[in-house]
């Protein structure tokens, strides 16, 4: 199993390092929320360990943006805020439990292989557009029965579209939320990586089911 852990106390990560690595788990960390959506865009994790008060990004914005591109990974709050609105927050956007510090090592371990099995449990939650069906936790999107085959930008860009279906979304929404706040929106990288989802998902095809909405962004729909 593969863990992110996200955590900018040295000696909590390290802590928990050495405590889920014992137990048979492959570890990466980040000390930021940056450095977390990064590496949870870039790699496939079984589950994402997450403190709330990161600094860059803090753990909501992190979850937030994650829950917009499709992940499904499970993720654990690991905060010292204990408020019960900061519990309910946590869950309203994305997050699948909350373990408050300081915690013991056994309970940590108990809920994140509870998160792990439900995981495992868990059915694709197929997005479908017209003859477009995406499955955002098989990384897998087809059209009219046609393999896709998408670059991990592509496809979190195409699952963004997807769930927001009719939507118009603006560039600098989608570059937040596929690329992360810090992206730089001066760029035309969205309008590139735009161009190359259509050859792909609507060159081949009859009708086109990405749009452009002069001036303001990108829509996915059936027209």
Do not use: C
């Not at 994140?112 to 479908?128: F, H, P, T």
């Not at 118009?168 to 989802?197: H, K, M, P, S």
Request: charged share 25%.
């Amino acid at each position: 199993m593969h863990i992110l852990i996200a955590e900018d106390e040295a000696k909590t990560s390290a802590y928990l390092v050495k405590g889920l690595t014992e137990n048979g788990f492959t570890v990466d960390t980040a000390a930021d929320g940056r450095t977390a959506l990064r590496l949870a865009h870039a790699h496939v994790y079984d589950a994402v360990v997450l403190d709330v008060m990161l600094p860059a990004l803090d753990g909501w914005s992190v979850v937030q943006s994650l829950r917009a591109t499709g992940s499904r990974t499970p993720v654990l709050f690991l905060t010292a805020r204990d408020r019960v609105e900061d519990r309910v927050r946590g869950l309203e956007l994305g997050g699948d439990d909350y373990l408050v510090k300081p915690f013991a090592f056994s309970e940590l371990l108990a809920r994140l292989r509870s998160l792990l099995r439900r995981g495992a449990q868990l059915q694709s939650e197929l997005l479908r557009v017209a003859d477009l069906v995406i499955d955002p936790v098989a990384h897998r999107a087809e059209r009219a029965g046609q393999v896709l085959y998408l670059t991990p930008k592509e496809f979190a860009l195409l699952a963004l579209l997807a769930r927001g279906t009719g939507r118009v979304f603006a560039r600098t929404y989608i570059a937040e939320n596929v690329w992360g706040v810090d992206f730089d929106t001066q760029t035309n990288v969205v309008d590139v990586v735009i161009r190359r989802l259509r050859t792909k998902v609507d060159t081949p095809f009859d009708d086109p089911l990405i749009h452009t909405v002069r001036g303001v962004g990108y829509v996915l729909e059936k027209r």
